[in-house]
């Protein structure tokens, strides 16, 4: 005696486990190629401040520092304010941008400062054309959060 032939809502079934678990595979490949990082593009701090600025952000202040990244060619503190004139009342955040030569070394660095980072979470790390930006999380949430959309809405990852 033979078994049953399967049922054909069983097949079905069997069908859609194995659609969805491909499509699943596919995404994952999709998110590990694309690596999570930002187009390289030349375009400098002057890039990072135009989209803060754009968002209606101050930047306050803009002053040399030392690099974290040996490979950086450039490298400023930024202090960012919630548009109010002269940041005088208010949180101000000051973030870390560091500009590169190449995607590599830019990317390199930026992986460098995400596990750099301690605790996780307490800073947010993007790459934005040539650059990456630091943004410290003892900064004001809501302006942390703003300065985030405000280079994510150009680009930034």
Do not use: K, N, Y
């Not at 069997?14 to 969805?20: D, M, P, S």
């Not at 959060?145 to 150009?154: E, F, G, H, N, V």
């Amino acid at each position: 005696m033979s078994a049953p032939a399967p049922e054909r809502g069983t097949l079905r079934a069997a069908g859609a486990v194995v659609a969805v678990a491909l499509v699943a595979v596919l995404l994952i490949i999709v998110l590990w190629i694309d690596g999570g990082r930002a187009t390289f593009v030349r375009g400098g701090v002057a890039a990072a401040t135009g989209a803060l600025e754009t968002a209606g952000l101050t930047v306050c202040a803009r002053t040399g520092r030392t690099a974290a990244a040996p490979s950086a060619v450039e490298a400023v503190t930024l202090d960012v304010a919630d548009g109010r004139p002269g940041c005088t009342t208010g949180p101000v955040a000051r973030i870390g941008v560091e500009r590169f030569d190449s995607a590599g070394d830019r990317d390199a660095a930026a992986q460098t400062e995400e596990v750099r980072v301690r605790p996780r979470g307490s800073t947010l790390v993007h790459t934005f054309d040539d650059l990456v930006v630091s943004i410290p999380g003892l900064a004001d949430d809501d302006l942390t959060d703003r300065i985030s959309a405000a280079l994510t809405a150009r680009g930034a990852r």
